[in-house]
């Protein structure tokens, strides 16, 4: 059973910082691109980065370039997004997600992701 589970969230003041991290099993994880997303209540779910299993190529949108980082370490099977300065509008819940899509090299967001896992909530507050 393939399984994703993102963890690490809380609760920061403005400007500080947090690693999450999604915990994968079931699938061959070196097969796989790791996408991370969010969520904020009433908006639409907004892609911010990914990172092939592979090539270990990454990917940001504007949002995220300069403050998010993107890293695997494939002997865990774990993604991690490191989020730093973060913003009141970075308040959201995180979500990680897996395709193979990208088993050629690269990844992107805008394909369709296979598998999503459960969220961990991001809340930046002072």
């Known amino acids: 059973e393939v399984q994703l589970q993102a963890s690490g969230g809380g609760e920061v003041q403005p400007g500080g910082s947090l690693r999450l991290s999604c915990t994968t099993s079931g699938f061959i994880f070196d097969d796989y691109s790791i996408g991370w997303y969010r969520q904020a209540p009433g908006k639409e779910r907004e892609g911010l980065s990914c990172i092939n299993n592979i090539d270990a190529y990454t990917y940001y949108v504007d949002k995220a370039k300069g403050r998010f980082t993107v890293s695997r370490d494939n002997a865990k099977n774990t993604v991690y997004l490191q989020m730093n300065s973060l913003r009141p509008e970075d308040s959201a819940i995180y979500f990680c997600?897996?395709?193979?899509?990208?088993?050629?090299?690269?990844?992107?967001?805008?394909?369709?992701?296979?598998?999503w896992g459960q969220g961990t909530q991001v809340t930046v507050s002072s």
């Open positions: 997600a897996a395709t193979t899509y990208y088993r050629h090299g690269g990844c992107g967001l805008a394909y369709p992701y296979d598998y």
